[in-house]
Structure formats: C-alpha cells, structure tokens
C-alpha cells in the first residue's frame, strides 16, 4: 500500500510505528495471545467439595491446567475435575522439603533423591512459565488453606513476577473447631491460641510453647501421638482437656474423641491414627459461656 506525500505521508508512518510498537508489547506478554497467562496457588478446605469457596470453585472451572499433589483432592474433587487438565504431582518430590540441598527432615520420603526433586520442580516452573506466556490460567490446588503448613510456600517467591494469586481456603483447623462447637480463643485465662506442629529439628518446641498455657492446636504430620502427649505433660496440667479431631470437615467420616492429658491416649489407638486428624488442648474445650468450667 503506498503512503502519499506531505503531512499525510507523515501522518500515515507515525501510525504504522505507534501500531508496530503495540504489537511488539502484545508479542512481548504473551507471543500467541497478546494478553499474559495468570496463576493461582487455591485452598479447596477440608473434606468435601461443599466446603470450597465460590471463588476457589469459580477458578478450577476456569483453568487451563490444574496442578495437584494430593490424590485424596483429585478424589475428592472428581466431579469439578472432569474434562479439565489436571497434572498429578504426586512422588514428583517438587516440595519445599524435598528440593532443598540440606534436607534435615528425617521423615521426608527420600525417594526420587533430593536431586531428582529439584530437576523434577526445574521441569515444573518452566511449564508453568511457557503455559503463563500462552496466555493459560494455571491453577495450583491444596487442601485446606494453602498457606498453613502447605507444600507450596516456595512458589510466592519463585512466581513473584507475575503476581501469583493466593486464595485462601478453610483450613482444618477451623473444620476442627466447627466439630468442637468450640471457640479455641475463649478460656478462662487466655484469649489465644498456637497453630503448631511437633518437630523435633525447629527451634519453637513444643515444650516451649506449651510453656505459655495458651490453647493449642497441632497439626499432626505423621507425628507421634504418644510423644506429643509427654511433652505437652512437662508444661499443662494432667486434667488439661484434650481432643482429637479426625477427618475433620469430612461428613460422613468425621468424628470427635474427648479427654484429658492422662486420659486421651486410652481412648484412641495411636498406631491406627489417619493422616486426617488434628489436636485441640486447652481449658476452651470445657469452658461454657457463663464463665464456668463445665461439669462443676
């Protein structure tokens, strides 16, 4: 097509270079699409489907691909999962744990070596980047919340150029309390409550915290109940009330066993405990609202 002379010719050269110049952004952010990809990192909750936000539901429908490491979730989840491109992570050891060079923690499964792990994460951020620059919705699923004791912490840093979206989830731990009929911040001397866990190779022990009377919850990981309890002994009271929370969320497998640090260990079969269960200990598991504690 031939430009004509003058101001119009001019006119006409200065659009083709402002049109080259936003067509090379477009080509820049994303070289299929013209508009860059977004990514996820979604909370699903605990137990079932019913328990997921509107907005963690709304973008499982909306992904391109869905990234998962929890086959329970891929369960779970079958019916909102269909027809999409869902990636099982699983034994892949693309974990926080698992790719790091000092691997101190001893219960970590070793298999793919830590090596392997890192290759195996090396392989799964290019992915997801190609997929971003494509223009994709790449969703990244956990159960519970994904930012209380998830597997993907290292992933805010890794994609914090492009401002990777967190969506929380209802965790376990509010799953647990719902169970409860429980208020974990109201006791009779204390208002707070410790979210931790039992592992021996972090500075914040549980003894330590134990210390501060306050109420606790423990996520459990595959620790030791039995030990737990002993080192909860060295700080609470032996009539401190304790309860054991399993497959919390869960409808039809949820259930609630109730004691007390001396007791509670009679009561459950600590060598057939699931994964699904968390600890509740503290006086708000026995505190009524008129300020009294229950039963006296």
């Given at each position: 097509?031939?430009?004509?002379?003058?101001?119009?010719?001019?006119?006409?050269?200065?659009?083709?270079?402002?049109?080259?110049?936003?067509?090379?952004?477009?080509?820049?952010?994303?070289?299929?699409?013209g508009?860059?990809?977004?990514?996820?990192?979604?909370?699903?909750?605990?137990?079932d489907?019913?328990?997921?936000?509107?907005?963690?539901?709304?973008?499982?429908?909306?992904?391109?691909?869905?990234?998962?490491?929890?086959?329970?979730?891929l369960?779970?989840?079958?019916?909102?999962?269909?027809?999409?491109?869902?990636?099982d992570?699983?034994?892949?050891?693309?974990?926080?744990?698992?790719?790091?060079?000092?691997?101190?923690?001893?219960?970590?499964?070793?298999?793919?070596?830590?090596?392997?792990?890192?290759?195996?994460?090396?392989?799964?951020?290019?992915?997801?980047?190609?997929?971003?620059?494509?223009?994709?919705?790449?969703?990244?699923?956990?159960?519970?919340?994904?930012?209380?004791?998830?597997?993907w912490a290292?992933?805010?840093?890794?994609?914090?150029?492009?401002?990777?979206?967190?969506?929380?989830?209802?965790?376990?731990?509010?799953?647990?309390?719902?169970?409860?009929?429980?208020?974990?911040?109201?006791?009779?001397?204390?208002?707070?409550i410790?979210?931790?866990?039992?592992?021996?190779?972090?500075?914040?022990?549980?003894?330590?915290?134990?210390?501060?009377?306050?109420?606790?919850?423990i996520?459990?990981?595959?620790?030791?109940?039995?030990?737990?309890?002993?080192?909860?002994?060295?700080?609470?009271?032996?009539?401190?009330?304790?309860?054991?929370?399993?497959?919390?969320?869960?409808?039809?497998?949820?259930?609630v066993?109730?004691?007390?640090?001396?007791?509670?260990?009679?009561?459950?079969?600590?060598?057939?405990?699931?994964?699904?269960?968390?600890?509740?200990?503290?006086?708000?598991?026995?505190?009524?609202?008129?300020?009294?504690?229950?039963?006296?």
């Amino acid at each position: 097509m031939r430009i004509g002379s003058g101001p119009v010719k001019l006119f006409a050269a200065s659009g083709q270079v402002v049109l080259l110049f936003l067509l090379g952004i477009g080509i820049l952010v994303n070289p299929v699409y013209g508009k860059g990809g977004s990514l996820h990192l979604v909370g699903l909750g605990p137990g079932d489907p019913d328990l997921a936000t509107v907005k963690a539901l709304r973008l499982v429908q909306e992904a391109d691909i869905v990234f998962s490491l929890s086959e329970d979730i891929l369960d779970r989840f079958h019916v909102q999962f269909k027809g999409k491109n869902v990636r099982d992570l699983s034994g892949q050891n693309v974990t926080r744990y698992h790719a790091r060079k000092d691997n101190k923690i001893p219960e970590a499964d070793k298999s793919p070596s830590g090596d392997q792990g890192r290759s195996n994460r090396s392989a799964l951020i290019r992915e997801v980047r190609q997929a971003l620059a494509q223009g994709k919705k790449v969703v990244f699923v956990d159960s519970g919340d994904p930012l209380i004791y998830g597997p993907w912490a290292w992933m805010l840093e890794e994609f914090k150029d492009v401002d990777l979206e967190v969506v929380p989830g209802v965790s376990s731990f509010n799953a647990g309390l719902a169970a409860l009929k429980r208020d974990g911040t109201w006791a009779p001397h204390t208002h707070s409550i410790i979210l931790t866990t039992d592992r021996p190779n972090s500075d914040d022990k549980l003894e330590a915290l134990a210390a501060h009377k306050c109420s606790m919850a423990i996520f459990t990981h595959r620790t030791n109940f039995s030990e737990i309890m002993r080192k909860l002994k060295t700080q609470y009271a032996e009539e401190t009330p304790v309860a054991v929370v399993f497959y919390a969320g869960y409808k039809e497998k949820q259930s609630v066993i109730r004691g007390s640090l001396t007791t509670i260990e009679s009561m459950i079969k600590a060598e057939i405990l699931p994964l699904e269960h968390i600890v509740f200990v503290g006086d708000f598991l026995t505190f009524s609202i008129d300020k009294k504690q229950e039963g006296q």
